[in-house]
């Protein structure tokens, strides 16, 4: 059932959130149920400190988390700056389907969650409740390139954001993104992630593209969108995202030095690339001939 789908994930904890859309995909089911599925079990994996319940909090020790969904036909839903729900793509995809709106943020979008049947839960860990208590100490806000991917001490797995793009046996695109933002951020700041058009984009006339790293770059730039735009023009998706990266280098060349920024595309062909500023992005691959291909980007630096 099958055919041409595929899934593609940022980070190698991406290899366990495909695998989880890949359930979806082998069994005949949709592109957005797919990645649905696959953001959930990023949320739930114990432990990611960039991404729902293991996430590290805000500079006032609160996890805030930004998630967002879209499918091929345009629908979109996303939240940002959610607090005590588990599973934000999920309520962003109620969002999409239960409301006029796109986006819903703070205590709006928890109140939404609960009516729609979410749980209210305490989520902060005590590990990201240390490392934010360590962090206290010196209080210095200075994003490192790849942090998240050296994940804890005595974790030896690496993550970040998980942004996902799927298409199905039919042909039909989806993707989700979902987070709890860059560690120590301001308490109200909202990522690229939520934001449609810069964490994620998708077109089912085209393809899809999602991003990793410092938001407010992506932000800046309509990122997502820009990826999908290069490659309606005709780039393939690596050279969409390599030159949505030379366009962010060109416009802030002395910041792109110190941070990170990464772009995956997967076009409606099911062809996939990706192009990061920095080195040590690494993204996965599933389909029905390999269920576990982990891919390195190439980078400017
Ligand atoms: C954000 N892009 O909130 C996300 C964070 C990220 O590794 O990708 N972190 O800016």
């Not at 939404?112 to 979410?118: D, R």
């Not at 199905?168 to 989806?174: M, P, T």
């Amino acid at each position: 059932a099958a055919g041409g789908a595929r899934v593609v994930s940022t980070w190698d904890f991406g290899v366990g959130a495909n695998q989880a859309a890949w359930k979806v995909l082998a069994g005949g089911g949709s592109a957005l149920d797919a990645v649905e599925a696959g953001a959930r079990w990023a949320e739930s994996e114990l432990c990611n400190p960039t991404v729902g319940r293991c996430g590290n909090p805000d500079r006032d020790g609160v996890l805030s988390l930004d998630a967002s969904i879209m499918d091929g036909d345009g629908r979109c839903g996303s939240v940002a700056a959610l607090t005590d729900i588990l599973h934000p793509v999920s309520v962003a995809r109620k969002v999409m389907e239960n409301t006029p709106h796109v986006m819903l943020v703070g205590q709006g979008a928890q109140q939404f969650a609960v009516a729609q049947g979410f749980e209210r839960q305490k989520l902060l860990t005590p590990a990201a409740e240390k490392a934010w208590r360590d962090w206290l100490k010196t209080a210095q806000y200075t994003p490192e390139i790849n942090v998240e991917r050296r994940g804890r001490p005595g974790d030896s797995s690496n993550h970040d954001t998980l942004g996902m793009l799927a298409i199905d046996a039919n042909g039909r695109l989806a993707g989700a993104c979902t987070t709890s933002g860059m560690a120590w951020k301001l308490h109200g700041r909202v990522g690229d992630s939520p934001i449609i058009g810069a964490g994620l984009y998708v077109d089912n006339e085209v393809g899809g593209a999602t991003a990793s790293g410092v938001g407010e770059e992506m932000m800046r730039n309509a990122a997502s969108f820009l990826v999908v735009e290069l490659m309606r023009q005709g780039r393939s998706p690596a050279e969409a995202c390599r030159e949505a990266i030379a366009r962010l280098v060109r416009k802030r060349p002395e910041a792109s030095k110190t941070l990170q920024v990464c772009f995956l595309a997967l076009d409606k062909h099911g062809q996939v690339g990706a192009y990061a500023l920095h080195r040590g992005f690494v993204y996965a691959v599933c389909d029905k001939d390999r269920q576990d291909d982990l891919r390195d980007s190439a980078s400017v630096y």
